[in-house]
C-alpha cells in the first residue's frame, strides 16, 4: 500500500507517517521511488500508537523498536524488555503526579491568603474640588464657576463650569471635558482584559523596552520634589506610565492625565479606581492644544511617548505650544519613539520624521529652555505587534527617556 492510502487507512496525515519513517519507527520497504507499506508497518503503527496512549514519547518508542528489532528478543526476554520500560514509566508518572500534587498543594494555600476582591464598590472618584483654581478659559484668560455640581468627598462628579465670557466645560462621570475631544462613537472600545491581551499580543521585545523604561522613571523620577503642585501627563492612554509611578506621586500634589480619547480616559479611571481613592487625579478629556489650564500653573510634565503619538499626524513640536502651561522651574520627564532609519513605506510622514530622530528630540528641548539631567536609552526592536504596528518591516526603532529641568 502507497503512503497516502497507509496514512489515510490509519486516519493520520502523511507528514506524520514520513516523520515516523524519519525515526524508524515504521521501516516500509521501497519500490522504485514509491515506499510500500505492508502488514508489517501496519503492526508497528499500532505498536507505535498504543505506546504513546499509555504516555511514551516517541523517542522512548523509538528506544524500545530499536531494541527489539536490533535484540530479535524471544517471546520471553521481550516481555522482560516491555516491563522494565513499562516498570519505569510507572515510577516516572508517580514521581510526577507527587511534583504536581505538591504544586496544587501550593497553589491553594496561596489562593487561601489571597485577599478577596472586595465587592464593595470603591467611592467614585471625580475633578478634585481644588483643582478648579487652575482650569482656565482659553478663550477669554479667566476662571470658571461650577453649576449644577454634584459632589461626593470633595469630588465633582457631575456639573458645568461656566465661563463669564459664557463659555462652559462639562463634568461627567467624573471627567472634565475640554474642547477638542474626540466623539466615543469613533474610537475603539476597551475591554476590561486590555492589559492581559496587550501583553500576549504584543512582541516580547517590545515589552522589554516598556518595561525597561518604565523601571528607568520608577527608579529615576523623583516626584515628591512637586508637592502641592502639578504634574501634567500628555496622553495619558492606557496609563502604562500612571500606573507604574502612582504610588510615588505625593498626596498633596495634583495629577493631570489629559487625553482626547474619552473611551480611553474612562477606561482608565475606571481601571485604576482602587489605586487612586487617597490621590489628586484630574482626568481631563480633551485636545493637547486646547488644555483648560492658567499659565504657569504646572511644575512637571509628563510626556511618555504622547509628543511622539501627536507627531505622526503633525509637522510641529508639540511642547513648543505648550510651554506657557510651565513654570519656570519645570521638570519635563519625556519619553520618545526614536526611529533607526525610515523605510520606503514607512508611516512616519517625511515632515514629521525629524520629531522621531534623538539629536533633533534633545536640540528642540535645550532651545525650549529645558537643561538636561538624566537620559536613558533601550535597545533598537523591530518587532511590535498588533496594538503596536506603527513601524514597518525593516524599520527598528527604540526608546529615548529625557529628563531636564527648565532653567529658570
Ligand atoms: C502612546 S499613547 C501614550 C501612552 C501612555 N502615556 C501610557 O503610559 O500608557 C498616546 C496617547 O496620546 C493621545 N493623543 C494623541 N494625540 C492627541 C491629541 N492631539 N490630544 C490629546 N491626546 C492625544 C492618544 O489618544 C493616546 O492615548
Not at 143 to 148: C, D, F, G, K
Not at 378 to 401: A, Q
Request: some cysteine; hydrophobic content about 35%.
Amino acid at each position: 500500500m502507497r503512503i497516502g492510502e497507509f496514512a489515510a487507512k490509519n486516519n493520520t496525515t502523511i507528514d506524520t507517517v514520513r516523520h515516523y519513517m524519519d525515526l524508524s519507527l515504521l521501516t516500509p520497504d521501497k519500490e522504485g521511488s514509491f515506499y510500500d507499506f505492508e502488514e508489517s508497518c501496519q503492526e508497528d503503527y499500532n505498536t507505535i500508537i498504543s505506546l504513546k496512549n499509555i504516555g511514551f514519547t516517541l523517542s522512548e518508542i523509538q528506544t524500545l523498536m530499536l531494541y527489539e528489532r536490533i535484540g530479535r528478543h524471544t517471546e520471553y526476554s521481550r516481555q522482560k524488555t516491555y516491563r522494565a520500560f513499562f516498570h519505569n514509566k510507572v515510577k516516572w508518572i508517580e514521581a510526577e503526579l507527587l511534583r504536581l500534587e505538591e504544586m496544587r498543594n501550593k497553589l491553594k494555600q496561596t489562593l487561601e491568603f489571597m485577599p478577596v476582591e472586595s465587592e464593595k464598590p470603591h467611592p467614585s472618584s471625580g475633578v478634585p474640588i481644588n483643582a478648579l483654581r487652575l482650569v482656565h478659559c482659553n478663550e477669554c484668560q479667566s476662571s470658571y464657576v461650577l453649576t449644577e455640581g454634584r459632589v461626593e468627598n470633595g469630588q465633582i462628579i457631575s456639573g458645568r463650569l461656566t465661563c463669564t465670557c459664557g463659555d462652559v466645560l462639562e463634568i461627567r462621570d467624573g471627567i472634565l471635558f475640554g474642547k477638542g475631544s474626540l466623539d466615543p462613537d469613533t474610537c475603539d472600545s476597551i475591554e476590561e482584559t486590555f492589559i492581559d491581551d496587550y501583553v500576549q499580543t504584543t512582541h516580547v521585545d517590545y515589552l522589554k523596552n516598556l518595561h525597561m523604561s518604565l523601571q528607568w522613571a520608577r527608579n529615576n523620577y523623583d516626584f515628591s520634589k512637586h508637592r502641592n503642585r502639578v504634574i501634567l501627563e500628555l496622553g495619558s492612554g492606557r496609563g502604562f506610565f500612571l500606573r507604574n509611578v502612582v504610588d510615588r506621586i505625593s498626596e498633596d500634589s495634583l495629577y493631570i492625565a489629559v487625553d482626547h480619547n474619552p473611551r480611553a480616559m474612562a477606561w482608565l479611571k475606571e481601571s485604576l479606581s482602587d489605586v487612586i481613592v487617597d490621590r489628586n487625579i484630574l482626568f481631563l478629556c480633551c485636545d493637547f492644544k486646547r488644555i483648560p489650564l492658567k499659565p504657569g500653573s504646572v511644575s512637571a510634565m509628563v510626556d511618555a511617548t504622547g509628543s511622539s503619538n501627536y507627531a505622526f499626524d503633525h509637522e510641529d513640536f508639540l511642547l513648543d505650544s505648550l510651554m506657557q502651561l510651565l513654570s519656570n522651574d519645570s521638570t519635563l520627564y519625556g519619553h520618545y519613539l526614536v526611529f533607526e532609519s525610515f523605510a520606503f513605506n514607512s508611516m512616519v510622514p517625511e515632515g514629521s520624521r525629524k520629531w522621531f530622530r534623538k539629536e533633533s528630540i534633545r536640540d528642540r528641548l535645550n532651545k525650549l529652555g529645558f537643561s538636561e539631567l538624566k537620559e536613558y536609552e533601550t535597545s533598537p526592536i523591530s518587532e511590535g505587534g498588533p496594538r503596536e504596528d506603527f513601524f514597518v518591516k525593516g524599520e527598528s526603532i527604540h526608546n529615548y527617556l529625557y529628563m531636564g529641568e527648565l532653567k529658570g
